[in-house]
């Protein structure tokens, strides 16, 4: 019995985590069908800004990619010069 409940906790931590990491979904399921318009307007508002953090952050990483390939030739021209 009382693995039952340590059972139907876990799974209830779950549900609560998964609403509470994206409420949206929530909202869609139990609003009643006058505001899912509105709702799903909201998803792809977040959708696009979160789509434009991503290319920020690929573009972020794409600079230092290239600042770390420009040091890695600028090390290799270092080797291939030996000065006496």
Sequence with gaps: MEE???????DL??????IMLNP??????????????????LINAKIEFLKAVRSIIDERISNLEKIKEAKRKIE??????KVE
């Design 76 to 81: 290799a021209k270092r080797e291939t010069v």
């Design 4 to 10: 039952a409940v340590d059972d139907l906790i876990k």
């Design 24 to 41: 949206e979904a929530l909202l869609l399921l139990v609003s009643p069908n006058d505001l899912r318009e509105p709702y799903e307007h």
């Design 13 to 18: 931590k779950k549900i609560i985590t998964r």
